[in-house]
């Protein structure tokens, strides 16, 4: 890997000035090596397919030329696309673009699924020079006739290994085919054959190839642990492994498991947030912020949705469920150990999966013995034990919390509040009962009210009053009347039906 003293700089590699200050402000002042190898042919107009891993610096090297070989668009018409797998990638696509564009005077704007379509559509009427886009959003906005590809000139197909991996080429396909013929056409990917061949061989003409960085993980840089366990064990062990090892991504095979054991993990006293293809952009956003920022210590994610997701200082990776091959194992364990950092691979091992193991072990050519757990060998051995007291101190406070006064309980255990548990489920703790939302005046808690209980009269008068009659005392001792009220009708009515009653 060529040293930083000799990295050239972007002015040497023909970006324009303006472009350069901005690389400056942002302290980018030496290119990297996919930026250095790729951003002179792409400027020149060149087709090209670029091999890199993630995060090496893939976004400048195709944004500053699409930047610059991009002319201005008019409504719905942009001039150039850039293709991404997810919704997270776009928005960092076009967040890390943003300042780029701005001093070209040029737009960017990001589309995808899981937001709502009224934002895009209008982004796209006031005119869009360079869209970033999902594929499946992208054919809605297209079926609906919100955007057309006819004057797309530049076309960046990043990812192109994930977007194989999702499904969606064919969706690629589609849309490079509604793009002009003599387009420029960048494609980025971690591999370079296969489907992505195909790809290149079709649209693109005469590419440049550059191949840069390491093609998959660096699985030294990883301690790999396979841990022996039952199917009922893997919640505590998830925790045991997060609360030793620091930040955590756990991986599961369904959007269900998912929020399943981030509830889980919840009551066991770890923050956690889930991610997957069921939660809109908003919620994705804030539990990434949220993980980012170190407000919860596990990412609960889908393979499918831990795409396009770059995050550092990640300390380990739980194969809570088993990855489908050695290439998801690989995916999924270069969360960590990222930037040269150490990091830690947990894989659960059942006895039902212990042959496919040994296989997956033997495609990575891995040899490690699978072992009981133990957490302790994951980071902090202290901490683990500290946070291991503080857990078992919790039921015996929280069930002293939840035991009720002595003396109450008068009715019965009728009526009694619905309570609203940590993880925002409702749990009835006898009938239910309405609840006020409205803040309480004391800044309490939200204030309860109890529907009371009607009983209707042979004189079409609904009593309100919940006791029984026999109950109904007043202060001197005797039995007060029910309190009554009409359904409807005012004074003339009550009074009619006083007149009727027998003397």
């Known amino acids: 890997m060529q040293s930083e003293s000799a990295a050239p700089s972007f002015a040497d590699l023909g970006v324009p000035q303006r472009l350069v200050d901005v690389l400056d402000a942002r302290g980018f002042t030496s290119a990297f090596e996919v930026q250095a190898a790729t951003i002179p042919d792409a400027l020149a107009g060149r087709d090209l397919c670029g091999r890199a891993p993630t995060g090496s610096g893939k976004t400048i090297a195709f944004g ?51 937001v709502g379509y009224g934002p895009q559509n209008q982004a796209i009427r006031r005119g869009v020079d360079v869209l970033v886009a999902c594929p499946g959003r992208l054919e809605d906005l297209i079926s609906s006739g919100s955007v057309s590809l006819a004057e797309v000139g530049v076309v960046v197909v990043d990812e192109a290994d994930r977007m194989a991996d999702m499904g969606f080429l064919p969706a690629v396909k589609r849309l490079l085919d509604r793009t002009k013929s003599d387009r420029q056409t960048l494609l980025f990917s971690a591999t370079l054959d296969g489907d992505i061949a195909e790809l290149t061989r ?32 893997r919640v505590d062990h998830t925790r045991d492994a997060v609360v030793a090892a620091g930040p955590t991504i756990v991986f599961t095979r369904t959007r269900h498991g998912a929020d399943r054991l981030c509830k889980q993990l919840g009551k066991a006293g770890v923050e956690a947030a889930a991610i997957h293809g069921g939660r809109n952009q908003n919620q994705r956003t804030r539990a990434l912020e949220a993980f980012t920022k170190g407000h919860v210590q596990a990412l609960i994610a889908t393979d499918v949705a831990a795409r396009g997701i770059h995050v550092d200082g990640v300390a380990c990776v739980v194969h809570f469920d088993p990855p489908e091959d050695d290439k998801t194992y690989l995916h999924r364990s270069g969360r960590t150990a990222r930037a040269g950092a150490q990091g830690v691979v947990v894989s659960f091992v059942r006895d039902n999966n212990r042959k496919d193991v040994k296989t997956l072990q033997r495609d990575l050519g891995l040899a490690q013995v699978v072992t009981t757990p133990d957490a302790t060998l994951l980071g902090d051995g202290s901490r683990h034990r500290e946070a291991t007291s503080r857990q078992k101190a919790q039921p015996a406070a929280k069930a002293q919390q939840s035991s009720p006064p002595k003396g109450g309980g008068g009715n019965g255990g009728r009526n009694r509040q619905r309570t609203r548990t940590r993880d925002g489920e409702d749990r009835a703790a006898g009938k239910s009962a309405r609840r006020d939302d409205r803040p309480a005046r004391d800044g309490g808690k939200p204030r309860t009210r109890t529907k009371p209980a009607e009983r209707r009269g042979a004189d079409g008068v609904v009593d309100v009053d919940p006791r029984p009659r026999k109950q109904r005392q007043s202060t001197d001792g005797r039995t007060n009347p029910p309190s009554k009220v009409h359904r409807k009708g005012g004074g003339a009515k009550r009074q009619a039906i006083e007149a009727s009653r027998p003397r």
């Open 64 to 114: 500053i030329p699409t930047l610059v070989n991009t002319a201005k668009a008019r409504p719905g018409h942009p001039s150039a696309l850039i293709l991404s797998p997810t919704r997270e990638l776009a928005d960092q696509i076009k967040d890390e673009l943003a300042p780029l564009a701005k001093a070209t005077d040029r737009t960017v704007t990001a589309v995808y699924g899981g």
């Open 202 to 233: 079709r649209y693109q003409h005469d590419p440049v190839r550059h191949e840069v960085g390491e093609v998959e993980p660096d699985m030294t840089a990883m301690a790999h642990h396979f841990w022996s366990i039952d199917h009922e064990q």
